[in-house]
């Protein structure tokens, strides 16, 4: 990182400048010369974002924060949504909830924020879920992975505001499970967050590869609080258990530290089969550097490598050049939630919330990870992100995905109305 | 079951000793100067910063930056202690809580403008990488230094405080404040010095932490902080006996609580003070 972090000057900068920002060539999407017959959006776009700028998990919030200005000043230089400009304000969301709840009250009530977006923890983001019910204002959740998100809040429950573009947990739990399958191991561990992200992937995970390979046993769980430090213990735990596979979804800065001392407890050498659902988060490689061993098999909610489309390519590169860095996942959501807030409002020709929630669903979206679509009934965005297995490459200093697997999400998201066998995966037909 | 065990403790030692660094500064500071030092875990922090910072950018080896990162460390200690705590010693205890605790905020605002608020993922030592077999498990020879280290600075502590005529004066201006002036000790200078002293303690803690957790982040003060605070509360305040002893206890309760107790592992350390504060609150080895 080197201090190469966005500086708050810079977001200013972003902020005053946006005409400078045409300098950097033209967005991925451009304006479809629809809002010229929708007069009827008055003043700036407001969208309140928050993400986690505080803290251990401090550089996520930074990387939400390059790709959702990045897109500001793409989208204003090409002419803003529907002819108005989009003004953003960035709020640390600290991943407490009570500050989660704080920040959606403070965008809607005092600042007037017509979109909100970001969030990190499953637990914030259920927290926040039935205040934007109160509220009334959209809710594009960019980070926080909890199948109950969707599956409760939104669909059971009815919370229309709240969307999600990020791939929730079953990519995390189901995607894995059949990665798995094919895998020779038929024991598996976890050293899994002590917390709600934690104990769901993992019986996810569980019950679905149950389902898929038969006679597949779990012989072993260690949850590690956050903030932990230590995984020694841990390790200890899944080493005297013996399993042929692991499976973590430790994240961020806690991963790097977990793989460190798991290297250095000669871990890998008595387990060949490791799963990191979230190892391929750009922190977590660039971190680990040369020190992520080969042929560990991780994902995310995008990788920069894929899809191995132009578009994505482009954007990698104006990325790069923009911040210096690689795009990290949430970098990704975060750009495409102005994206999609942009094609619901030129579509709806309308900012209010009714109008932009009938827009989003069903809405198909290009970005950077492919095509996107809006599901009706849980507002969950479906898309496609890849396995892979760590490998290293002479074009960068960090491991990447080597061989990749793609199983269409339509084969492993949890399918509306959620009940029963027959909304989990496998599926029957 | 033998493999099992050795590991759990050795696993429990060396995490104890890293605490212990930490406690020992922060229960020295209290015993002498009878400050809370809430900010205590930010030298922490700063030491496993500059401890980097001096290995990646200055190109020194990893002992030299052990040794450099401290120090600068020790220099922000003597202006924190020397323009801003001594203000507050005539003052009720919460006015030191708030002051040293909005030096946490602004010590963690500092390292995200200096070095960014992404974590960073540190080098690794030449030399201390490496692992031994140990009944038949690797463990890493940088922990045995570290379980090497902690009783190394207990003797040396030890030492200083009984055997030294300045560690003496440090027990006579801890004991009676007046009475140590009175007889010529210059007690403000003193206090100033001790406050150095712990700083780096802690400080040498973090640049120890820096090849074990391979991680820097903003938080990382206060994560080891609250264990600390733990340590130095059961061991007695002031106490460093009670701190060493405390901090292997801590250690080896979570090793063995997250192996054998899962469910509660967390909650054993809660247990343990909870239980001490209410048949023992003065801690084991209160020195009153």
């Known amino acids: 990182m080197d201090g190469q972090g966005m500086k708050r000057r810079d977001f200013i900068k972003a902020g005053l400048l946006t005409a400078a920002a045409s300098a950097l060539g033209p967005g991925v999407m451009k304006p479809v010369g629809l809002w010229a017959a929708t007069p009827s959006i008055k003043g700036p776009v407001k969208v309140g974002y928050q993400a986690v700028l505080s803290g251990t998990l401090a550089g996520y919030g930074e990387f939400h924060k390059m790709g959702a200005v990045m897109a500001v000043e793409e989208i204003n230089a090409a002419g803003g949504i529907a002819g108005q400009k989009i003004e953003m304000e960035i709020r640390d969301s600290t991943l407490a909830a009570p500050t989660a709840i704080q920040n959606v009250r403070y965008f809607v009530d005092s600042w007037g924020a017509d979109l909100l977006a970001g969030v990190d923890s499953s637990g914030q983001a259920l927290a926040v879920a039935p205040v934007m019910g109160q509220l009334d204002r959209v809710l594009m959740v960019t980070h926080a992975a909890t199948e109950k998100l969707t599956e409760e809040e939104v669909f059971k429950k009815g919370v229309r505001q709240v969307f999600r573009i990020c791939t929730p947990t079953y990519q995390d739990g189901n995607a894995a499970a059949f990665v798995a399958k094919d895998l020779p191991a038929m024991s598996w561990a976890t050293i899994n967050p002590k917390y709600e992200y934690g104990f769901t992937t993992w019986n996810m995970f569980k019950e679905t590869l149950g389902k898929l390979k038969p006679g597949v046993q779990f012989t072993a769980e260690s949850w590690a609080p956050f903030g932990t430090t230590d995984f020694r213990p841990h390790i200890n735990t899944i080493m005297d258990a013996k399993p042929e596979g692991l499976y973590s979804v430790v994240w961020a800065g806690e991963l790097i530290t977990m793989m460190k001392q798991a290297k250095q407890a000669g871990l890998f050498e008595k387990i060949k089969h490791v799963m990191l659902p979230v190892g391929a988060a750009m922190d977590v490689l660039e971190g680990l550097g040369a020190e992520m061993p080969d042929n560990i098999w991780i994902s995310g909610r995008y990788f920069f490598l894929y899809p191995d489309t132009p578009q994505n390519k482009d954007w990698v590169a104006r990325f790069k050049k923009r911040w210096n860095h690689y795009p990290a996942y949430v970098s990704e959501t975060a750009y495409s939630t102005m994206f999609a807030f942009k094609k619901a409002i030129e579509a709806a020709g309308s900012k209010e919330t009714g109008p932009v929630i009938k827009a989003l669903e069903g809405m198909e979206l290009d970005g950077p990870a492919g095509k996107r679509v809006f599901r009706k009934e849980d507002h969950q965005a479906m898309y496609d992100v890849p396995w892979g297995l760590t490998v290293s490459s002479p074009n960068y200093p960090f491991k990447i995905m080597g061989k990749q697997i793609v199983i269409p999400a339509k084969e492993f998201f949890n399918r509306p109305p959620f009940e029963g066998d027959a909304s989990k995966p496998p599926f029957k037909s | ?288």
């Open chain 2, 1 to 288: 079951m033998v493999q099992s065990l050795v590991h759990v403790c050795l696993a429990g030692i060396s995490a104890g000793m890293f605490i212990w660094l930490v406690a020992s500064g922060l229960t020295l500071i209290f015993g002498v100067l009878r400050v809370l030092n809430f900010a205590h875990g930010s030298f922490y922090m700063l030491g496993a910063y500059l401890c980097y910072t001096f290995l990646r950018f200055a190109g020194v080896d990893f002992w030299l930056g052990v040794l450099l990162g401290p120090l600068v460390v020790c220099v922000v200690g003597y202006f924190m202690e020397r323009f801003l705590l001594r203000h507050v010693y005539p003052l009720e205890l919460p006015y030191q809580l708030l002051l040293t605790f909005a030096m946490v905020l602004i010590f963690d605002e500092l390292v995200k403008m200096i070095w960014g608020a992404g974590s960073i993922g540190s080098p690794t030592v030449p030399g201390l990488s490496g692992s031994v077999s140990i009944a038949g498990r690797d463990f890493p020879v940088y922990n045995l230094f570290i379980i090497a280290v902690g009783p190394l600075v207990a003797l040396g502590l030890w030492a200083m405080l009984e055997k030294m005529w300045w560690g003496r004066i440090i027990r006579a201006a801890a004991s009676d404040r007046e009475m140590a002036a009175a007889i010529g000790v210059k007690v403000p200078a003193l206090y100033t010095g001790v406050f150095v002293f712990g700083a780096w303690l802690s400080a040498l803690g973090g640049a120890l932490a820096v090849p074990y957790v391979g991680l820097l982040t903003t938080g990382m003060g206060e994560a080891i902080i609250i264990e600390a605070f733990v340590v130095v509360v059961i061991g007695g305040l002031g106490s460093l006996k009670g701190a060493f002893l405390g901090a292997l206890v801590i250690g080896l309760l979570t090793s063995f609580g997250t192996r054998f107790i899962p469910t509660l592992d967390m909650f054993l350390t809660f247990i343990l003070m909870a239980a001490v504060l209410l048949w023992r609150p003065q801690g084991f080895f209160a020195e009153s």
